[in-house]
Each structure stands twice: as C-alpha cells, then as structure tokens.
C-alpha cells in the first residue's frame, strides 16, 4: 500500500471515528491552491478542521507530536480559508486526529 493509500484509509477510520461519537461530515479533503483540509466536521454548532496524521507505528512517537507550530500556522490558515469561502459565522477550532497503527488519539482545542 502506498503512503498515499495509507494515508487516506487513515482519513477513512478517523471521519468513521469523528461519525461514532456524534460528529457530522461536512467534507474530506477540502483544498484549494493554497491549503487543505483532512477533514472538516461539525457537532453541536461548531466545525471542527480536522488533520489526520498516520504513523504505522508509534516507534517515533504519535502522529500528534508532528502537530508543529508551523504545521498549526498552516491549519489555522487552512481553516480561516474554508470559514472565508463559506461564510461561516460561528465557533469553529482545530484538532488532529493520529492513527498510529490500530490505535486512533484525538485531540481538539489545540486552536480555537
């Protein structure tokens, strides 16, 4: 399987997870010239931008310790693109998802 096929069978588990637990998918792998977005997703009244990063193991630590701050400068951009183009209006955040082999880790309100 390739990094590109793994990838997004990590994206496939992550949305399936955000969709058990009461999250709403309102897309996958938005983009534009400029930026993507993994996954953006909504519960309550508030959109989550979603990124996945998959490791097949956690030998060189989780995906979420690759959650830089220049890798959040690029989320936050990312997210405010989608919010611009929308016309969204209400609370939004970013959070990451990492799927290091079987294992799934979630954590939000790393930005709001």
């Not at 701050?69 to 997210?79: D, G, I, V």
């Not at 959070?95 to 979630?106: M, N, Q, R, T, Y």
Request: hydrophobic share 40%; with cysteine.
């Amino acid at each position: 399987m390739s990094s590109t096929d793994s990838g997004r069978a990590a994206e496939a588990r992550a949305a399936d997870h955000l969709r058990q637990h009461g999250f709403k998918i309102v897309a996958q792998n938005w983009r534009t010239r400029l930026c993507e977005i993994d996954i953006i997703a909504q519960k309550a009244k508030v959109i989550y931008f979603v990124e996945v990063k998959y490791r097949s193991t956690g030998a060189q630590g989780s995906g979420l310790d690759y959650i830089t701050p220049r890798k959040l400068k690029q989320m936050r951009f990312a997210a405010e693109s989608w919010v611009h183009a929308h016309g969204w209006s209400g609370p939004y955040q970013l959070a990451a998802i990492a799927v290091d082999g079987d294992e799934l880790s979630f954590l939000d309100s790393i930005y709001s």
